[in-house]
Structure formats: C-alpha cells, structure tokens
C-alpha cells in the first residue's frame, strides 16, 4: 500500500522559514515524481513545485509565486522529499500536500496527473 506523510508544519510569522518532509513508502520512489501542492480555505489546489524522478532532469520546477523563495528536493536512499519554504507571506498559508505520479514532465504541474497524495500539513503564516 503506498503511503505518503507530510510532516513540519506549523505557524511562522511573515519573513520566516519552514521545511516540509515527505515520507512514502510502498513504492519504487526513484520511479516517480514527488510533487508539491497546496490549498486554501475557498481555493482550489494548486501546483507548488516538483522534483522530478532521476532520469528525467536535474531541475525543479515551481510554481511562479514560490519561484526564488521555495526549494523542492528528494532523497531517493530514503524515499523522502522535501519543500524548504523562506521569506514566507501571509497568502502562503494553505494546507501542503506531497504526492507521487509518474506523468511525462509536459503534465508534471497538473493536479490530476497525481495518483498518490499525502493526508496534508497546515502552514500557516501570520502577518
């Protein structure tokens, strides 16, 4: 059974920094996607970035109002990924999800393209 679980969470003030981890289990992690999503209260989800499978490409991909402040990664040993969050704004605050898909990278923002999600981590950032 693949599972995914976001952990780091939590409250920060505007300016602040937070890391989300991403742990699975249950499938071949180097075969997949680990994609970065989020949703606020009345909003649909969104893309937040991506770290592609290895053998793919070596770079992320973000969503632009993350771009300069957000980095995706992954440990493909561990099966862990992780979105380190800096200079954090109040319209950052959402529910983060972490999941999995194996789409080609012209689909690898798309919700729908992901099969496995996480149960989500609040963050939430004050002003």
Not at 36 to 46: H, L, N, T
Not at 53 to 59: A, K, N, V
Request: charged share 15%; aromatic share 12%.
């Amino acid at each position: 059974q693949v599972q995914l679980t976001e952990s780091g969470g939590g409250l920060v003030q505007t300016g602040g920094s937070l890391t989300l981890s991403c742990t699975t289990s249950g499938l071949n992690f180097r075969n997949y996607h680990l994609g970065w999503f989020r949703q606020a209260p009345g909003k649909e989800r969104e893309f937040v970035a991506v770290s592609p499978r290895p053998g793919t490409t070596s770079y992320s991909y973000y969503a632009d109002s993350v771009k300069g402040r957000f980095t995706s990664s992954r440990d493909n040993a561990k099966g862990m990924a992780f979105l380190l969050m800096n200079n954090l704004k109040p319209e950052d605050t959402a529910f983060y999800y972490c999941a999995s898909s194996q789409v080609a990278l012209s689909g690898i923002r798309l919700t729908e393209m992901y099969r496995n999600w996480g149960q989500g981590a609040q963050v939430t950032v004050s002003s």
